[in-house]
């Protein structure tokens, strides 16, 4: 009588990679979500610089306009300026003719990163003839 092998739970020959194709998808998706998660962090910081480079630019320019006025009073529409545009006056030095400020924009970053300060400055000042300083 000749003897007959029977295979048992061996599928498509080979038992030892048995689910490995879930444990890839998984890892490819876990990828795909920090890839994700991290360009959205990514993004989020660059759209607070611009925020703050465009508040630091109308601050400095509303704060020249007011030089006339006192470094008080171009300093204070500074402030006022930033404020309106989302971010925070940090400074403001008025030096002759030219204002240079700094604004601050605030932003939580997800994944665990925590809060993050943005720093932006400017400067403003008079414009001489033909435009040029």
């Known amino acids: 009588m000749a003897r007959r092998r029977v295979l048992v739970g061996r599928a498509w020959g080979g038992g030892g990679d048995r689910g490995s194709g879930t444990v890839w998808v998984v890892a490819f998706a876990a990828l795909v979500w920090i890839t994700g998660a991290a360009a959205?962090?990514?993004g989020g910081v660059r759209a607070a610089r611009h925020r703050g480079d465009a508040a630091a630019?109308?601050?400095?320019?509303?704060a020249a306009a007011r030089i006339a006025e006192g470094g008080g009073s171009a300093c204070g529409r500074?402030?006022?300026i930033a404020a309106a545009s989302g971010a925070r006056?940090?400074?403001c030095r008025v030096s002759g003719g030219v204002v240079d400020v700094s604004v601050t924009v605030r932003l939580r970053v997800p994944m665990g990163?925590?809060?993050?300060r943005v720093v932006s400055r400017a400067k403003a000042g008079p414009v001489g003839r033909?435009?040029?300083?």
């Open 40 to 42: 959205i962090a990514v």
């Open 57 to 62: 630019d109308m601050a400095a320019l509303a």
């Open 78 to 80: 500074a402030g006022d």
């Open 89 to 91: 006056l940090s400074r």
């Open 113 to 116: 990163i925590g809060r993050l």
């Open 130 to 133: 033909d435009g040029v300083p």
